[in-house]
């Protein structure tokens, strides 16, 4: 076997897997450079500066396994990869103590204005009563995101006394309080909180998470820190809101862009910035090298990696009976993320009909990658599915039944969390995903970009006039209509798909009806 490294990696990595590899380091290659050599090697490694594009991928002839030595995977094809039959691996925990311990360190930054403080003696201004600090003991931590790295900050946190809120709605009641963390909404961890970090992906749903709406309602003495992705906050509205003494300050890591050399934060005093240092230890680079060196050799034995990023191989037989499942498995964990209230604690899927009889882990792990997209940057497939939904306290069990009533196969997914349960059933029909249930209501709808606004209320004369004339007002097309109720007068579900999302205050105007329950804007 021959491997290229075509990023530097710490030598520990490189030298697991000298005993089963040829390996060449070579870093630094343009694209095309790459692509040029790439035909003669079974594995490649990378970090983030070396693009892996579907071009590189295809010129790879003999490819068996890319590794990132790190978490991030954007700067890899991973569908591309797939597509051929390739593995990529990662190392997603490599790095975790390290950005937690780098959230810590600017925390203490912040109370005690250390690199201010610091700039002052140096030029000569000894400053004590200026920079009179606060203490951690005592103050409460909001941690937004309670995956690897938040929860190892909380971890930590905990011997600073620091009283601890988390807001993660797929992180079960009993591991936050394994935590010591106590479980709370948005808003009240935002009124509450001291100190506020960030621990998210980014994703359509998170970018600009903490905006004018959030930062209104902060405690003027809060200290705002991002070690997880640029984005996450505004960075024009963060710095205002420090100049104008809306919040005390902010520690930032990382950028929308980068490698980041101008930025309106760098203007700010009371901003520190580090150049996305999270995992920038020795002792992180060191694990992730060889998390993914030894994924690699596992690969090459024929062995499943511990991190792999896509779903590795399944036969053509099972693949044309699961294949359409899959995409409509996704969709059901992706409805069930949106309709849910209160902490996920476990998750139930029955597998009916046809599909029963195959291999179903497949299904699993869209289901559950459908639930924890945007949740976690680990992409969920069938060797990671079980051991992501563990580390969030999230147990899955699975039954299969033989056969089906309505539907040649059915996938049925009940959620149970602190408030209740959420059931959600998909199928395919026409070749198409289709979701035919949610909770007690029969359905029948397609996933789609389109955007859809589910409504639990009392079916009445009048009501789906009023819901009409607010989108009508609201300049929002409705493409269609689907009502499904238990009883004449009785409950009911009302589904609208929409040509675009329904501000906010439309929202509030449709749950401010008599007899509406609920209103929920989805995207599947």
Same mark, same amino acid.
């Given at each position: 076997?021959?491997?290229?490294?075509?990023?530097?990696?710490?030598?520990?990595?490189?030298?697991?897997?000298?005993?089963?590899?040829?390996?060449?380091?070579?870093?630094?290659?343009?694209?095309?450079?790459?692509? *040029?050599?790439?035909?003669?090697?079974?594995?490649?490694?990378?970090?983030?500066?070396?693009?892996?594009?579907?071009?590189?991928?295809?010129?790879?002839?003999?490819?068996?396994?890319?590794?990132?030595?790190?978490?991030?995977?954007?700067?890899?094809?991973?569908?591309?990869?797939?597509?051929?039959?390739?593995?990529?691996?990662?190392?997603?925990?490599?790095?975790?103590?390290?950005?937690?311990? =780098?959230?810590?360190?600017?925390?203490?930054?912040?109370?005690? =204005?250390?690199?201010?403080?610091?700039?002052?003696?140096?030029?000569?201004?000894?400053?004590?009563?200026?920079?009179?600090?606060?203490?951690?003991?005592?103050?409460?931590?909001?941690?937004?995101?309670?995956?690897?790295?938040?929860?190892?900050?909380?971890?930590?946190?905990?011997?600073?006394?620091?009283?601890?809120?988390?807001?993660?709605?797929?992180?079960?009641?009993?591991?936050?309080?394994?935590?010591?963390?106590?479980?709370?909404?948005?808003?009240?961890?935002?009124?509450?909180?001291?100190?506020?970090?960030?621990?998210?992906?980014?994703?359509?749903?998170?970018?600009?998470?903490?905006?004018?709406?959030?930062?209104?309602?902060?405690?003027?003495?809060?200290?705002?820190?991002?070690?997880?992705?640029?984005?996450?906050?505004?960075?024009?509205?963060?710095?205002?809101?420090?100049?104008?003494?809306?919040?005390?300050?902010?520690?930032?890591?990382?950028?929308?862009?980068?490698?980041?050399?101008?930025?309106?934060?760098?203007?700010?005093?009371?901003?520190?910035?580090?150049? =996305?240092?999270?995992?920038?230890? *020795?002792?992180?680079?060191?694990?992730?090298?060889?998390?993914?060196?030894?994924?690699?050799?596992?690969?090459?034995?024929?062995?499943?990696?511990?991190?792999?990023?896509?779903?590795?191989?399944?036969?053509?037989?099972?693949?044309?009976?699961?294949?359409?499942?899959?995409?409509?498995?996704? *969709?059901?964990?992706?409805?069930?993320?949106?309709?849910?209230?209160?902490?996920?604690?476990?998750?139930?899927?029955? &597998?009916?009909?046809?599909?029963?009889?195959?291999?179903?882990?497949?299904?699993?792990?869209?289901?559950?990658?459908?639930?924890?997209?945007?949740?976690?940057?680990?992409?969920?497939?069938?060797?990671?599915?079980?051991?992501?939904?563990?580390?969030?306290?999230?147990?899955?069990?699975?039954?299969?039944?033989?056969?089906?009533?309505?539907?040649?196969?059915?996938?049925?997914?009940?959620?149970?969390?602190?408030?209740?349960?959420?059931?959600?059933?998909?199928?395919?029909?026409?070749?198409?995903?289709?979701?035919?249930?949610?909770?007690? &209501?029969?359905?029948?709808?397609?996933?789609?970009?389109?955007?859809?606004?589910?409504?639990?209320?009392?079916?009445?004369?009048?009501?789906?006039?009023?819901?009409?004339?607010?989108?009508?007002?609201?300049?929002?097309?409705?493409? &269609?209509? &689907?009502?499904?109720?238990?009883?004449?007068?009785?409950?009911?579900?009302?589904i609208l798909a929409l040509d675009e999302a329904l501000p906010e205050e439309q929202r509030q105007q449709l749950l401010s009806l008599p007899d509406v329950n609920t209103v929920k804007m989805v995207r599947l």
């Amino acid at each position: 076997m021959k491997v290229l490294v075509a990023d530097p990696i710490a030598e520990e990595g490189v030298e697991i897997l000298r005993p089963v590899a040829e390996v060449d380091v070579r870093t630094g290659l343009k694209p095309e450079e790459l692509a *040029a050599i790439i035909g003669d090697y079974e594995g490649l490694l990378v970090r983030s500066q070396t693009q892996v594009t579907a071009g590189v991928i295809a010129a790879g002839t003999k490819l068996q396994v890319i590794g990132r030595a790190g978490t991030g995977i954007d700067n890899i094809d991973v569908d591309e990869a797939t597509r051929r039959g390739i593995v990529v691996v990662n190392a997603p925990t490599g790095n975790t103590v390290s950005a937690a311990e =780098h959230t810590l360190a600017l925390m203490l930054a912040l109370a005690r =204005h250390i690199p201010q403080a610091s700039t002052a003696l140096k030029g000569g201004a000894w400053q004590r009563s200026k920079y009179m600090g606060t203490e951690l003991r005592g103050k409460t931590l909001g941690i937004i995101g309670l995956g690897n790295v938040g929860s190892e900050v909380a971890r930590r946190a905990r011997a600073f006394e620091m009283r601890l809120l988390g807001c993660d709605p797929f992180v079960s009641e009993d591991m936050a309080a394994s935590l010591q963390v106590e479980l709370v909404t948005m808003e009240r961890l935002l009124r509450e909180s001291d100190f506020i970090t960030l621990h998210l992906p980014l994703t359509p749903q998170t970018k600009g998470l903490i905006g004018p709406k959030e930062l209104a309602m902060v405690k003027p003495t809060v200290r705002i820190i991002n070690c997880a992705r640029g984005g996450l906050v505004d960075e024009e509205l963060l710095a205002k809101a420090v100049e104008e003494k809306m919040i005390a300050g902010a520690a930032v890591d990382v950028f929308p862009e980068e490698p980041a050399t101008k930025s309106v934060l760098f203007n700010v005093d009371e901003v520190i910035v580090t150049p =996305h240092l999270g995992a920038s230890t *020795a002792e992180a680079q060191t694990l992730a090298a060889r998390d993914v060196a030894e994924q690699v050799v596992a690969v090459f034995n024929g062995q499943p990696p511990r991190y792999a990023v896509n779903v590795p191989f399944v036969s053509a037989d099972a693949m044309s009976v699961l294949g359409p499942y899959m995409a409509a498995a996704a *969709a059901g964990g992706r409805l069930v993320r949106q309709l849910v209230e209160g902490q996920v604690n476990s998750i139930q899927i029955t &597998y009916e009909g046809e599909i029963s009889a195959y291999d179903t882990n497949t299904l699993k792990a869209s289901a559950l990658g459908g639930l924890l997209e945007g949740v976690t940057e680990e992409r969920v497939n069938i060797v990671n599915a079980n051991l992501l939904a563990t580390r969030r306290g999230i147990s899955v069990v699975e039954q299969k039944k033989t056969r089906c009533e309505n539907y040649a196969s059915l996938i049925t997914l009940n959620a149970t969390t602190s408030t209740g349960t959420t059931t959600v059933a998909v199928t395919v029909m026409r070749d198409e995903p289709h979701v035919v249930r949610v909770d007690n &209501y029969w359905i029948d709808i397609v996933p789609s970009d389109s955007y859809f606004l589910f409504s639990d209320h009392i079916d009445r004369p009048g009501l789906i006039g009023s819901v009409g004339k607010i989108t009508g007002d609201a300049d929002i097309n409705i493409s &269609y209509m &689907y009502v499904s109720r238990l009883k004449p007068r009785g409950q009911a579900l009302m589904i609208l798909a929409l040509d675009e999302a329904l501000p906010e205050e439309q929202r509030q105007q449709l749950l401010s009806l008599p007899d509406v329950n609920t209103v929920k804007m989805v995207r599947l």
